[in-house]
């Protein structure tokens, strides 16, 4: 059974950091990414990378703040926030694919999802 276990999330101020991370345990994954929903808006990608390959790709809002890494052994990919903003308030879903596609950042590649974490930034 596929899982995918978030946790990292919180209440920061503008300026701050958090780091996300996500378990995965079940099978492995050709691609991983981090994707967000803020409330009245519809789900949009933040970052994903290649398992296999390593190669990133981050949406143009979060480039130079966010960094996307994934740890082999521990099947774990993480998303460190720095210089978080308000309008990066949402709620944050790990997503893993098993898919082979150039495409990562496309979440209809993506066919598992894990529950959502909470980020609030306070101005």
């Known amino acids: 059974q596929v899982q995918l276990v978030e946790s990292g999330g919180g209440l920061v101020q503008a300026g701050g950091s958090l780091r996300l991370s996500c378990a995965a345990s079940?099978?492995?994954?050709?691609?991983m990414g981090w994707f967000r929903q803020a409330p009245g808006k519809e789900r949009d990608f933040v970052a994903a990378?290649?398992?296999?390959?390593?190669?990133?790709i981050y949406a143009d809002s979060v480039k130079g703040r966010f960094t996307i890494s994934r740890d082999n052994a521990k099947n774990t990919v993480s998303l460190q926030m720095n210089s978080l903003k308000p309008e990066d308030t949402a709620v944050y879903y790990c997503?893993?694919?098993?898919?082979?596609?150039?495409?990562?950042?496309?979440?209809?590649?993506?066919?598992?999802w894990g529950q959502g974490t909470q980020v609030t930034v306070s101005s």
């Open positions: 079940g099978r492995t994954f050709s691609s």
């Open positions: 990378i290649n398992w296999s390959r390593g190669n990133t």
């Open positions: 997503a893993a694919s098993t898919y082979y596609s150039d495409a990562i950042e496309n979440q209809n590649i993506y066919n598992y």
